[in-house]
C-alpha cells in the first residue's frame, strides 16, 4: 500500500469534517508520503520541515505538535467478499473511512482494528483521521483520587504507552501514527480463533507430561459433531498425536506427551520447544490448521511477606525446581515505537550475552512483539509482564475497567501458548502510588483494576500462570504495616552505592535498581553540540543536558533535571572529585555505573535462595539519554554492560563484603552439575602478587565460601580473581571503594585488560 500523510493544527480545523480524500485534498493541507509502520513526527523530520527530535533540544520541538489532526490514506485492492482490512495498531483515537462512510474507531493503541464494513470488491479508499491524543484527554476529568506523576495526568483514561506523556527516561512525544503494519487478511468459513495448550502435571518418574488444549474455532456447518480436531507435536524424537471430535465450537480436551522434553529456563536445563501444529477438519477434510511452538513446563510463584526479617520469600519454580533470577527491565526500545522492529534483534543479542535468565517488560512501555516472546521461548529467557500502566492511580469506573479487560484478554490470549512467560503483573509500582500518592493511606487492595479486573482476566483465560497485582505487591498485612515487601524496588536516596540503604536493605527479590552512566564520548558528540559542557556558570545544567535529561520543558527545576547533577554527584562520591577532561569524567561515570551495579548483583548471588533474584535496571536506551542503561541508544556499550556480564556468568567467584578485616571469596554455580575450579586470586600493583590460590567443587546451584583473604582497615586494593578446570572465568574487586584514585585504578584495570571502554 502507498500511503499519504496530511496534518493540520487543531486551529486549522476545528470540525474535522473529511470523510473523503477528495474533500481532505480540497482543504489544501501539507501532504506528505508515508511509511507505514510509521509515526507522524518522524515523516515531518524525513520531509525537512523539523529536524531531527533527538539532536540537541529539538526534542522540545515536538510538544508544538500536540493538537495535530494527522491523516493516512491510501487506495487497496479487495479481491473477494471474504477479505478485509487488519491494522494492528494505531496510536492512538483513529476514526477509519472506507469509501467515503465511516467504518471503524479505535481509542487503543495496544488493540488491532479490524475493518471489514464498507469494502467492495475491487479498488477501496481508505482515509485514517487520527484525533490529537491530548484533545482527547480534555474529555475525561480523572476523579480527585486518580494520582499520576506531573505530566503524565492526560495518560490516565487513555489506553496509550504512559512514558510518551514523559518520563524519567523517555521525552514527552505524544506520538500519533500507523505503528504496526496494515495487513489484507481472508477469513476462511471454517477456521480455528483461538488455541490454548498448557500443561497441567509432570509425572517426572514415568517422564510423562498431562497436558490440555483449548481451542475455539468458526464453523459453518450445521452440527459441530460433524468436526473434529487433532494436536501433533515433535520434540527430537519425542512425539504426540491425538484427535478428537468437537462437540461445541469452543472444546477443551486433555492428552498425553510420554518421553516429553521439558523446557527450562537456561542454566537450569534445556529450553526444549515442541514443534506443534492444531487442524481443524470437517468429515475428514483439513479446514484450517494453527501452528505455534509450546514448552512443556509447569511455573509457581512461592510469594510470602517477610514479617520476621527472614520468613518471607519471593521464588518462582519451573517444573517444580526453584530458580535464581538475574535480569533486566525491558523498556521501550525507541520514542517512536514504529522503530521497534529494527532495534530488536540487536537488542535481544546482547540481552542474552550478558548472560540473563530473565526480564522484566516494564509497564510504561508497549507490549512487546511475538518476536521477542519467540526469542525468549528458544534462548530459555524468562519473562515477566507487567500490563500497561505505571506510577499511577488509573479510573476505577465501568468505562475504564471495560477498556482494560479488552486490552488484558486480548495480550493474555496473544501471549499464553509462551513458556517464557511466567508471571503477568497488574501494573509497575501502582501499589505504591495508591499507598501514598496523593498524601493519603490507601489500601491497594481496593484498586479494582488489579484486584478485581486483571485478576479475572489471568484467571479465566490464562490459568495456569501466576498473578501478581503490582511490581511491588501491597498485600493486606504490607498495607496494615505488619509485614514487609519480599519483592522491592531499591531506588533509595542514589548515594553512594555500598552506604546504608544498599548495605542495610533486604528483601528477597529485587525487581528494579539501578546507577547513572554517562554514554561514551562518541555518543554524546553524536545527539550534543557542546558534550564538554556540562553545567552554566549558576551551577544548573546546560540546555542540552536538560533537554536529554528528558526533562520536558527548559528549566533546572523541572522534575528530571536532577538526574544530571545525579550521575556527577555519584562520580564525586567514589572518587572525591570529577575529571575536567569529558573523556576521563564519562570514564569515572561509567567506572561508578560498572561498581555499583556489580555491587548489586554480586550482593544478591552470594545470599542465594535468602535473596532469590534481581532484575537490573536497564539494558538499553530507547533514545539519546544520560541514564541508568548499560547500552546507550547507539548500542555502545557502557563499562557496565562488561562487569554485568562477569557478574552474571553462571559459575562466578566473587568477594563478599569484608568483615573483621577478612575478605570472602564466595563461589557461586547455577548450573547443574558440580564444578571443579582451579582458583587464584592477584593483588593488582606495579609488581603484581599472588594472594590466594587453591581448588575447590561447587556444588549444582548453590552459593559456596570457599576462600578467605586478610586485609587492612583502610586498604585501597585491586584484586583480580581468576578461575579454570570445569569452567573458566574471571572477576575483580576493590576494597574501600570510597574516594578512590582515578588514575590508580584506570591502570590497575589496564593491566588487567578489563578497561573496556568503547569510545
Known sequence: MDWKLTYAAHAQCPRCEFHTVSELDAAGFTQLSASVPGNFELELVKAGIEPDFYDSTNVWNAQKYEATHVWYSTRVEIQNESQYLLFEGIDTFAEIYVNGGLSATSDNMFLPCEVKTGLRVGSNEILVHILPAMLEARKHISPAACNAMEYNYASLYQRKAAHMYGWDIMPRIVSAGLWKPVHICEEKPDHINEVYVVTHRIDFEANRAYARIYVNADLSGDFAQEYSIRIEGRCGESFFCKETTLWHNTYAFPFEIDDCCLWYPR??????????????????????????????????LERADDTKGTDGEFVFRINGKKI????????????????????????LELLSDVGCNMVRCWGGNVYESDEFFDYCDAHGILVWQDFAMGCAVYPQDDCFAKKMEQEAVYQIKRLRNHPSLVL????????????????????????????????????????????????PFFSEAVFRREAELPEMHLWGPRDYFKGNFYKNTFCHFASETGYHGFPAVSSLKRFLRKPEIIFEESGAPTQEYLAHAASMEPSPNAPYAFRIRLAYDQVETLFGSAERNLADFVRQSQISQAEAKKYFIEKFRIAKW?????????????????????????????????????SQNPVCLMFDEPTRQRLHLVGVNDLQTPMHLQYKVIRIEASPELMLNGEVVLQPDSSTEIDFLKIQPDEQAFYLIEWDGDAGGRNH?????????????????TQCGMAEFEN
Open 324 to 347: 535464581f533470577c538475574l535480569g533486566t527491565n525491558w523498556v521501550p526500545l525507541d520514542a517512536f515505537h514504529s522503530q521497534d522492529p529494527k532495534r530488536l534483534p540487536q537488542a
Open 267 to 300: 542454566n537450569a536445563g534445556q529450553s526444549s520447544l515442541y514443534d506443534t501444529k492444531v487442524t481443524l477438519l470437517h468429515r475428514g477434510k483439513i479446514c484450517d490448521t494453527y501452528c505455534l511452538k509450546i514448552g512443556v513446563r509447569t511455573v509457581e
Open 424 to 471: 503477568w503483573a497488574g501494573d509497575n509500582e501502582g501499589d505504591q502510588v495508591f499507598y501514598d500518592g496523593i498524601g493519603v493511606r490507601r489500601d491497594p487492595n481496593r484498586n479494582r483494576l488489579t484486584r478485581e479486573i486483571l485478576r479475572r482476566a489471568v484467571e479465566m483465560h490464562d490459568y495456569s500462570r501466576p498473578y501478581l497485582p503490582s511490581s
Open 733 to 749: 574487586y576493590y576494597t574501600n571503594l570510597l574516594n578512590i584514585d582515578y588514575h590508580k585504578y584506570l591502570l590497575a584495570l
Open 610 to 646: 535468602k535473596r532469590t533474584g534481581i532484575i537490573w535496571w536497564n539494558l538499553l536506551d530507547g533514545w539519546p539519554q544520560i541514564s541508568d542503561a548499560v547500552i546507550d541508544y547507539y548500542f555502545t556499550k557502557k563499562l557496565a554492560y562488561y562487569y554485568i556480564r562477569r
